[in-house]
């Protein structure tokens, strides 16, 4: 879910920007502040703030500073009348700006490149698996995985240096797990940025330990692998 605020002092703007961007990405939470007071004082991380220059009280500009100290990543697009105040912006890094009075066609190009943006930040963002274990839940990174193991009724989730098992079924846990994870066995899945060798039966970790690799395969193994390898993912060892 894309986290976005729209701060202006001018309702009409505020509701222009807002219900336009809501047509576009129904699924996003989207918050609407009349000054920047009340924007820092919602206290919430955003992905993306639209920002008045000027304002009554704490200028944009103030404002934008203050959520850049807390929140080094966040995406600024300042609003303004003013073309001269254009070069500041640049000073606190923001995406873009855009000029009152706002055109559709600017804003629909400047939020489709925005959006780009926040997708491509948030993929490199820790993915998280919730599991539930005997008597607690847990998040656990997906990159620190290195390997599942089907028990029976449980499955034993193999991070370095620690064994947890989870009562719920491989297939789900496949299903959940991003594409990085491979079904390489009916009792093993793996993660293939953990791979450093692999034979026609097995498949060596980074740690040492190896898994096996059913016969029938290797030849979709080998594909999905490389396929991996070429699409950026990069075994650690």
């Known amino acids: 879910m894309i986290e976005i605020a729209v701060c202006d002092d001018e309702v ?10 809501k047509k576009r990405v129904p699924d996003c939470n989207i918050g609407l502040y009349a000054t920047g007071e009340e924007l820092l004082a919602a206290g919430k991380i955003f992905d993306l703030v639209f920002l008045d220059i000027q304002m009554e009280g704490i200028s944009g500009m103030e404002t934008a500073r203050v959520l850049r100290q807390k929140q080094e990543e966040i995406l600024l697009i300042f609003i303004t009348g003013l073309r001269e105040y254009v ?58 995985i290195l390997y599942l193991e089907s028990r029976g009724k449980k499955v034993e ?20 797990l991003g594409e990085s994870f491979y079904r390489c066995h009916r009792g093993y899945l793996v993660n293939m940025a953990h791979i450093v060798e692999y034979r026609t039966d ?18 979709s193994f080998v594909k999905t692998y490389m396929r991996y390898l070429q699409n950026g993912g990069m075994s650690h060892g």
Not at 121 to 134: A, C, I
Not at 157 to 176: A, C, F
Not at 205 to 214: F, T
């Open 87 to 144: 070069f500041e912006a640049f000073d606190v890094s923001a995406f873009h700006y855009l000029l009152k009075p706002i055109e559709d066609e600017k804003l629909e190009d400047v939020l489709k490149r925005v959006l780009a943006e926040v997708e491509k930040r948030k993929g490199r963002e820790k993915k998280q698996l919730l599991v539930k274990t005997r008597n607690r839940s847990m998040n656990l990174d997906e990159n620190a």
């Open 157 to 176: 989730i193999h991070i370095l240096g620690e064994t947890i098992e989870v009562y719920v079924s491989m297939n789900k846990l496949e299903e959940r």
């Open 202 to 219: 097995r498949i060596r970790l980074n740690n040492g330990e190896e898994v096996y690799l059913a016969k029938e395969k290797y030849q």
């Open 12 to 21: 009409i703007i505020r509701e222009q920007i807002g219900q336009f961007i």
